[in-house]
Nanobody, 120 residues
């Protein structure tokens, strides 16, 4: 599976962005899709994930502000990010795996990352 993330940018505190991750190469609908992020000087951390059937999971830090969704017909997963905070600043990565999990190891495929910067 090849993954291409897009949609990052610079936004002010309280603003919104929608990230997209387009997949190609294998049957997209078979995979759990996840979003992770890495802030400067920090480890990569889980943000959200969604199963092929639409079950979702969120990190506590983004619950109520971020929404993950997927369009299996378009082979794309989205991350709608609202009420953004400076601490959301990071490179955001999409990933594909077979288990709905918050750890990175079970995700076999990774996109290249897209930068999100939230100014205060």
């Amino acid at each position: 599976v090849q993954l291409q993330a897009s949609g990052g940018g610079l936004v002010q505190t309280g603003g919104s962005l929608r990230l997209s991750c387009a997949a190609s190469g294998r049957t997209f609908s078979n995979y759990v899709m996840g979003w992770f992020r890495r802030a400067p000087g920090k480890e990569r951390e889980f943000v959200s994930a969604i199963t092929s059937g639409g079950s979702t999971n969120y990190a506590d830090s983004v619950k109520g502000r971020f929404t993950i969704s997927r369009d299996n017909a378009k082979n794309t997963v989205y991350l709608q990010m609202n009420s953004l905070k400076p601490e959301d600043t990071a490179v955001y990565y999409c990933a594909a795996g077979v288990v709905l999990t918050t750890t990175t190891a079970p995700y076999n495929y990774w996109g290249q990352g897209t930068q999100v910067t939230v100014s205060s």
